[in-house]
């Protein structure tokens, strides 16, 4: 049994407003109220709403698009590149429609600078982290839907302090389209590239923040200059399983790969690492997840974090084959990166290997999840804005 303190049950009082959800799902649900919102930006609207914004402003509507080909297209926000919209008015545009969102407060590279994590610093003084990741056949970016997260996962660093507030839509997008710049830029060792995939893995639930986090995905994936223009196929949404989440994500119409964060294969074990279990168990967020597959035709990622003595027993590696026997799914087994004061640790190599060589005697498709940027504290569930907060006290 798992001896490190595990968080108190997260159902909150009865008769909150919430229709009994847990506390930090609640605060997602109903955004993070009574914190000022960030500064609206082109990134939160759609192409019309970005043209009326434009009207709003007493322009032409066609400026936006133009200001849409600078941000997206060219990826700049400074005023003084934009040499096509008419000189006394460039700067009150991109003040009204392209504030800058995030301060790169800290930048940490590794991996002879293909793994670059950035601390970036919101209008009230938020912290959030990206990660974009160089491969040789892909640049991954892996983004924040919030500040902070409400889920209390025990194991997870972000899920240590808690909801600071959702992002908007134009705070995600900025992440890549900063990640998207330093690479058109050469910045990144391997010549000018592109970001080929998105990752939710980043701090928060983005499911938690859906409206927001769907707006964001359009942007990443909507050609350009309406947004990015990176497929949806390579962007990722990763959940902890909120179950009607996940049915309505499924209704969208997008071709987005959605990743479950199981971690244990049974409710008993599941309720501690995840507690949102407590609120849907596991076989719900997995019928959820083959809804979301038969839907959309897309391979779900069912994502394990190895906990050595938790839940990597040979047992256990049984009971998720069994669950996922015949079903659109894939298991990524990651090593536990511990967090601090954490008494838990990653799995011993040799239980992994047992446990990925019964998932894959059982027919299940199961890769190990590399481990990039953990001596910078950027690796899986690491994102927890650490140096802002020893900068700041
Ligand atoms: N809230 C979302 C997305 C953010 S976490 C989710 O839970 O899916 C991204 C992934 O990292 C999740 O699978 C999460 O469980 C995992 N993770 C969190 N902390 C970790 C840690 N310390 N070691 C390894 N993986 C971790």
Known sequence: MPSA????????????PTGGLPAGLAGGLTGTAGRPSPPRHL???????????????????????????????RLTDDPGDMTDLPAGTRAELAAALLPRLLTAERELTCDQGTTRKTLWRAFDGAYVESVLMRYPDRVTMCVSSQAGCGMACPFCATGQAGLTRNLSAAEIVAQV???????????VPGGPGRVSNVVFMGMGEPLANYARVLAAVRRLSDPVPDGLGISQRGITISTVGLVPAIERLAGEGLSVRLAVSLHAPDDGLRDELVPVNRRWKVAEVLAAA????????RRVSIEYALIRDINDQAWRADALAALLAGQLAH????????TPGSRWTASRPRDMREFEARLAAGGIPVTVRDTRGTQIDGACGQLAALPAARADG
């Not at 809804?291 to 959309?296: D, L, R």
């Not at 298991?331 to 511990?338: A, R, S, T």
């Open 5 to 16: 303190a595990l968080p108190a049950p997260i159902s909150g009082p009865p008769g909150e």
């Open 43 to 73: 990134a939160d609207l759609d192409p019309a709403g970005r043209q009326a914004a434009a009207a709003g402003l007493g322009q032409q509507r066609f400026r936006a698009d133009q200001l849409s080909r600078h941000y997206f297209g």
């Open 177 to 187: 389209v900063a990640g998207a710049r330093a690479l058109a830029g050469g910045e």
């Open 290 to 297: 083959w809804a979301y597959a038969g839907t959309t035709g």
């Open 331 to 338: 298991v990524n087994l990651i090593p536990l990166n511990p």
